[in-house]
């Protein structure tokens, strides 16, 4: 499985950002797909994942109510709306893919999913 991300850039405080992310390959292999993040000098972090069976959509706290993840498994497509956006999201924003049917306590562990994208730079300005 690929994973091509695209969509960050550079946006003011307030703003708002839409991510996309494709797969490609083995596609029908994959049941959840999410998104992290890594800011220069810390760790990967959870931000949110939608589970293909059922639509279930996990959340990291920090991020609910301003981000939605959305999805279309027939195209294999995942993507990261969001809002409200503050200077601390800066990140490069990474889409990750998992065989599994991820429930709450998983879907934020990163060994988790199996293939990982490039990532794409999100850069929040004050």
């Known amino acids: 499985v690929q994973l091509q991300a695209s969509g960050g850039g550079l946006v003011q405080a307030g703003g708002s950002l839409r991510l996309s992310c494709r797969a490609s390959g083995r596609t029908f292999s994959i049941n959840t797909m999410g998104w992290f993040r890594q800011a220069p000098g810390k760790e990967r972090e959870f931000v949110a994942a939608i589970r293909w069976s059922g639509r279930k959509t996990y959340y990291t706290d920090f991020v609910k109510g301003r981000f939605t993840i959305s999805g279309d498994n027939a195209k294999s497509t995942v993507e990261l709306q969001m809002n409200t956006l503050k200077p601390e999201d800066t990140a490069v924003y990474l889409c990750?893919?998992?065989?599994?049917?991820?429930?709450?306590?998983?879907?934020?562990?990163?060994?988790?999913?199996?293939?990982w994208g490039q990532g794409t730079l999100v850069t929040v300005s004050s």
């Open positions: 990750a893919s998992s065989a599994m049917r991820m429930i709450t306590s998983a879907a934020p562990i990163a060994s988790y999913y199996d293939y």
